[in-house]
């Protein structure tokens, strides 16, 4: 999965998910867990490749730096884009817990965003003082840029129409100017056909400006699948369902259900010499507050 087909579905949770989350119970701990691994394993992996090519451009021969410039953009792309969902939904698991008064959520998903924060600062400050960057291709980035702050700003308004979203955003003021036009649209009737027309967008928007190679396919295909199997399949049907993220959420409960039954197995056979505890070892839940 590319990173920008992740804007899909931020656009599908900034639209309808402020709404659902007001008659949930819970947001699943199974699908917390799993979207704070994954997402940690990538911030770790877009940490050690910014790095090595911070050391590589300092020594490298002139004739080789737009080589290396090209090895990193597909990690600079997906630093800047997978932020607009890292917004998202950190914004929605933090309005959760301010709705049921809760500390369910927000520490799991607060401790990526800030993970995503420090990731994009340094992937700026490469594309700001690093050695050999093509204006043409440092243009092309800058771009990328503020179209994912805009598109972030402007989902986010959708949010904010239903809780507080102070300081998730890159302009605070921008975001007030989405949400006032938003409320306009919701009472005037047209902010459900708008739907459509937002997903349309939001699938169009960075296919132009990015490269087709994506960085990380497998771990942003699990992070999107961890997110959506903190919901219900009610918040899909009502968009007359995205295929491909759906087909996303029912692997990812068929990969669970394969684990469980393994897990059982192997405590019944008496082989097993070693008994399986849950919730342990490196992949477990990240502290709460």
């Known amino acids: 999965m590319h990173a920008r087909d992740q804007v899909q ?11 659902q989350i007001r008659t949930m119970n819970q947001i699943s701990p199974k699908g917390l867990e799993q979207y704070w691994t994954h997402s940690k394993s990538r911030l770790d992996r877009w940490g050690r490749l910014l790095k090595d090519h911070s050391e590589s451009i300092k020594e490298a021969p002139t004739a080789q730096l737009p080589g290396h410039w090209d090895t ?18 950190t914004a929605l698991c933090i309005a959760f817990d301010r709705i049921h008064r809760g500390e369910s959520s927000e520490a799991t998903v607060r401790s990526v965003f800030i993970g995503h924060l420090e990731a994009r600062n340094r992937a700026l400050n490469l594309m700001v003082y690093g050695r050999g960057l093509d204006a043409d291709l440092a243009v092309k980035l800058n771009r990328l840029r503020r179209r994912t702050e805009r598109w ?6 959708y949010v904010s129409v239903a809780t507080d979203v102070k300081n998730m955003g890159f302009d605070n003021e ?3 100017e989405f949400s006032r036009d938003i409320r306009e649209q919701a009472r005037d009737g047209s902010h459900s056909a708008g739907w459509p027309l937002l997903l349309s967008s939001a699938l169009d928007a960075f296919r132009s400006s990015t490269i087709d190679a994506p960085a990380h396919p497998h771990l942003n295909q699990r992070i999107t699948a961890a997110i959506m199997s903190c919901f219900g399949p009610e918040l899909f049907d009502s968009t007359g369902v995205i295929r491909p993220l759906w087909e996303l959420r029912i692997s990812n409960y ?8 393994e897990q059982l197995l192997s405590l019944e056979s008496p082989e097993a010499a070693v008994p399986i505890e849950l919730g342990s070892g490196p992949n477990a839940p990240p502290p709460r507050f």
């Open 174 to 176: 921008r975001v007030q």
């Open 254 to 261: 068929a990969d669970d259900t394969q684990t469980m039954v």
């Open 9 to 19: 579905l931020a656009a599908l949770l900034a639209t309808h998910a402020p709404f």
């Open 152 to 157: 972030t700003d402007m989902l986010l308004g």
């Open 72 to 89: 990193i953009r597909p990690i600079l792309e997906e630093i800047l884009i997978s932020d607009v969902l890292t917004r998202v939904w």
